[in-house]
């Protein structure tokens, strides 16, 4: 067998938080980030709530915007990956504006006249101190999905001590085993899924 073609992933966290606070969620993400780069990725991190991405659901929404150059690193990437917290049972409002602003690749084509997600996977990683996990995964994926990523099996890892409000990630140790293992696999799967697609290009959709 050659040498695997190198590939890149971009990390969106969605956290509520801006830099330098600690994200409970980027700590998560972290383990996921380094089981890639041992496999031969490149990692790039967004926090998005450093950037001013203006509401919309086009690819640049004008003056001040800095959505752009965040959807250039994702387009040099094969890999995404959105991290976000769970609040009130949801994703992140940070990560809910990502969605929207996703949205605008579901119309845009490559050269080959596909949509540009094609052939990219995605996964999801979440943390809170409350139940939902679940549906924040499927909603977000459920997402992704539409806009024309691909969802490997289990590309997704969590960690939550719910039900119920509890300590944060950062913060009591409990179930961090799982939760990276969970990760690990995750990056596994993103990365076998990816260059499958980079062997085999799915193709343009059918007139």
Known sequence: MGIPPAMRALIINCTLKPSPEPSNTEALAGVVAEALKKDGVSVDWVRAVDHDIKPGVRSDEGPGDEWPP????????????????????????????????????????????????????????NTGNEDGAHHVIGEINGALGDIGFTIPGQAWTYWHLGPGAGPDYLDDQRGHDWAAKTGRAMAQNLVTVARALAATPMRPPPD
């Open 70 to 125: 965040i959807l250039e690193k994702l387009l040099a990437s094969e890999i995404l990956i959105i991290a976000t917290p769970t609040w009130v049972g949801r994703p992140s409002s940070v990560a809910q504006r990502v969605i929207e602003r996703l949205d605008a690749l579901i119309s845009e084509t490559d050269d080959e006249g596909r949509p540009v997600a094609y052939n990219r996977v995605a996964g999801v990683v």
